[in-house]
């Protein structure tokens, strides 16, 4: 059983920046990784994912601003977030599969998430 702990999130204003990490209690270089958000009244939804080989793939509304990483040496994951804007408030959680799930919501395993809140 993999377990995932994100860490990073906070206030920051508009514009600004923030870098939530994830670290798996287990060797995750052969698990498919990626962030969702869920803000409030929202559904959850992908927001990137990346690969065993590290090809990465975003939602449309975080491309340019957003990158995700993966230090399969430390067992973690890593979401840079620039130019933030305060429809990214959200709570932030990472999750892992062995299969590709990319964005969409079937993967296995879910951290508890962290908060993220933008304001203008």
């Known amino acids: 059983q993999v377990q995932l702990v994100e860490s990073g999130g906070g206030s920051v204003q508009s514009g600004g920046s923030l870098r939530l990490s994830c670290e798996a209690s287990?060797?995750?270089?052969?698990?498919?990784m990626a962030w969702f958000r869920q803000a409030p009244g929202k559904e959850r939804e992908g927001v990137a994912a990346?690969?065993?080989?590290?090809?990465?793939r975003y939602a449309d509304s975080v491309k340019g601003r957003f990158t995700i990483s993966r230090d399969n040496a430390k067992n973690t994951l890593y979401l840079q977030m620039n130019s933030l804007k305060p429809e990214d408030t959200a709570i932030y959680y990472c999750?892992?599969?062995?299969?590709?799930?990319?964005?969409?919501?079937?993967?296995?395993?879910w951290g508890q998430g962290t908060q993220v809140t933008v304001s203008s």
């Open positions: 999750a892992a599969d062995r299969r590709n799930w990319q964005l969409l919501l079937y993967y296995n395993h």
């Open positions: 990346i690969d065993t080989n590290g090809s990465t």
């Open positions: 287990a060797y995750t270089f052969s698990y498919y």
